[in-house]
């Protein structure tokens, strides 16, 4: 595996820790601004349309710029909103704020995606992703936690000095390591040729799924905190608990979408999504009880990002002719999800259901996934195909 691979998903890792934190932050962050949980909420959900905006319109303008350039770049700018996010007093400048770093998060992953797949032959497309987002994971694993710690002990203010602070590092390596250009990597595809290749049921159905059950995983994911403490009666010092377990369970199942995504990837989408389902349905049901919520927290994180990671895997190995913007694809239908979760989880836990809302928009949201699997695979056009 080239090392470059590593050195990005550590730059993944600050920048998803950035898109994931608020989640544990959202009410002492409502309190302080003076807003309602709903309202913090669509904090994430700016974060992820800026990521559904920016995956392919700033694929496309640095398409031609040089990996490390174009990271670089937009690592600074990463950098440089978080400062000004920081320093704010204003929610509305918060939120511009979080919309700009997307964007510039989502230009660096799309970069990433392309750069990962024109450095590893086909059949290991999965392994070289599941180290990059096994930066993603960490950051669930570590980072959220930590900020959720911060957040408690100082501020919601000092996690984004921190998430500042935590990138540079980053930026200096991808300065001094990141390839100036691509070895091997064949000519421009045009970018009628790329956008095209949307079009094709073989790339728009994995999307499509994917989008939909990341629209479940941060559904329940933004709303994990008020589940612990206000149905399963924990205590507030228990959060960053439950939101490690979660990270641990996705690390684990995008290391088992690393393993076995690339040769069986159909039987790791049939016997995840059916127990993701499920898995959902559980925990609505009983998430008063701590031991339950606990251990489907850590199930539930694995499923989640195993099924994820094996479908976006599937969508970048149906998309050859689309080199560079198949990553920027993937990002954004990852961010379609992450966007449209924590919106409807909030119409959810606004209603008569309370925290349990979105835990139940959830469970539709998974079966919607299969359902459009099953839809595609009664018509007569070419299916999707799944090695495995």
Same mark, same amino acid.
């Given at each position: 595996m080239p090392f470059i691979i590593f050195l990005l998903a550590c730059a993944v890792f600050a920048q998803s820790t950035s898109e994931f934190m608020l989640a544990g932050l959202l009410q002492p962050l409502a309190a302080d601004l003076d807003i309602t949980l709903p309202q913090a909420s669509a904090l994430t959900s700016a974060f992820a349309a800026g990521m559904v905006i920016g995956a392919p319109s700033v694929a496309a303008v640095s398409r031609r710029w040089s990996p490390r350039l174009a990271l670089?770049?937009?690592?600074?700018?990463?950098?440089?909103?978080?400062?000004?996010?920081?320093?704010?007093?204003?929610?509305?400048?918060?939120?511009?704020?979080?919309?700009?770093?997307?964007?510039?998060?989502?230009?660096?992953?799309?970069?990433?995606?392309?750069?990962?797949?024109?450095?590893?032959?086909?059949?290991?497309?999965?392994?070289?992703?599941?180290?990059?987002?096994?930066?993603?994971?960490?950051?669930?694993?570590?980072?959220?936690?930590?900020?959720?710690?911060?957040? !408690?002990? &100082?501020?919601?203010? /000092?996690?984004?000095?921190? +998430?500042? *602070? @935590?990138?540079?590092? #980053?930026?200096? =390596?991808?300065?001094?390591?990141?390839?100036?250009?691509?070895?091997?990597?064949?000519?421009?595809?045009p970018l009628r040729r790329e956008f095209a290749a949307l079009r094709r049921s073989t790339l728009t159905v994995p999307l499509g799924a994917c989008a939909l059950v990341n629209g479940a995983t941060f559904c329940a994911f933004t709303y994990l905190a008020p589940v612990a403490t206000e149905i399963a009666g924990l205590p507030t010092t228990t959060v960053p608990v439950v939101l490690a377990l979660f990270g641990m369970g996705a690390f684990g199942g995008v290391a088992a979408a690393g393993r076995w995504g690339d040769v069986h990837a159909r039987r790791v989408l049939a016997v995840g999504?059916?127990?993701?389902?499920?898995?959902? !349905?559980? &925990?609505?049901?009983? /998430?008063?009880?701590?031991? +339950?919520? *606990? @251990?489907?927290?850590? #199930?539930?994180? =694995?499923?989640?990002?195993?099924?994820?990671?094996?479908?976006?895997?599937?969508?970048?190995?149906?998309?050859?002719?689309?080199?560079?913007?198949?990553?920027?694809?993937?990002?954004?239908?990852?961010?379609?999800?992450?966007?449209?979760?924590?919106?409807?989880?909030?119409?959810?836990?606004?209603?008569?259901?309370?925290?349990?809302?979105?835990?139940?928009?959830?469970?539709?949201?998974?079966l919607a996934a299969a359902l459009l699997f099953v839809t595609q695979l009664r018509r007569p056009r070419p299916r999707v195909s799944f090695p495995g």
């Amino acid at each position: 595996m080239p090392f470059i691979i590593f050195l990005l998903a550590c730059a993944v890792f600050a920048q998803s820790t950035s898109e994931f934190m608020l989640a544990g932050l959202l009410q002492p962050l409502a309190a302080d601004l003076d807003i309602t949980l709903p309202q913090a909420s669509a904090l994430t959900s700016a974060f992820a349309a800026g990521m559904v905006i920016g995956a392919p319109s700033v694929a496309a303008v640095s398409r031609r710029w040089s990996p490390r350039l174009a990271l670089s770049t937009l690592l600074a700018l990463f950098i440089m909103l978080h400062v000004i996010g920081a320093m704010s007093d204003s929610f509305a400048v918060l939120l511009l704020t979080r919309v700009g770093a997307a964007l510039t998060s989502a230009g660096f992953l799309a970069v990433t995606l392309a750069t990962v797949t024109a450095l590893v032959p086909a059949d290991r497309i999965a392994r070289a992703l599941a180290v990059v987002l096994g930066g993603t994971t960490l950051a669930l694993i570590v980072g959220v936690p930590a900020g959720a710690a911060v957040g !408690a002990a &100082l501020s919601w203010r /000092a996690t984004l000095w921190g +998430v500042a *602070l @935590l990138s540079l590092p #980053a930026l200096l =390596a991808v300065l001094t390591l990141a390839p100036r250009r691509t070895s091997g990597a064949a000519p421009l595809t045009p970018l009628r040729r790329e956008f095209a290749a949307l079009r094709r049921s073989t790339l728009t159905v994995p999307l499509g799924a994917c989008a939909l059950v990341n629209g479940a995983t941060f559904c329940a994911f933004t709303y994990l905190a008020p589940v612990a403490t206000e149905i399963a009666g924990l205590p507030t010092t228990t959060v960053p608990v439950v939101l490690a377990l979660f990270g641990m369970g996705a690390f684990g199942g995008v290391a088992a979408a690393g393993r076995w995504g690339d040769v069986h990837a159909r039987r790791v989408l049939a016997v995840g999504g059916i127990a993701l389902f499920f898995g959902w !349905a559980i &925990l609505a049901s009983f /998430a008063a009880i701590p031991a +339950v919520l *606990l @251990l489907l927290a850590f #199930a539930q994180g =694995a499923l989640s990002f195993a099924v994820g990671s094996t479908l976006i895997a599937a969508s970048l190995r149906a998309a050859p002719d689309a080199p560079t913007m198949a990553g920027a694809f993937g990002t954004a239908a990852l961010n379609i999800g992450a966007m449209t979760g924590p919106l409807l989880g909030g119409i959810a836990y606004a209603s008569a259901g309370g925290a349990q809302g979105p835990l139940v928009m959830s469970c539709a949201f998974t079966l919607a996934a299969a359902l459009l699997f099953v839809t595609q695979l009664r018509r007569p056009r070419p299916r999707v195909s799944f090695p495995g």
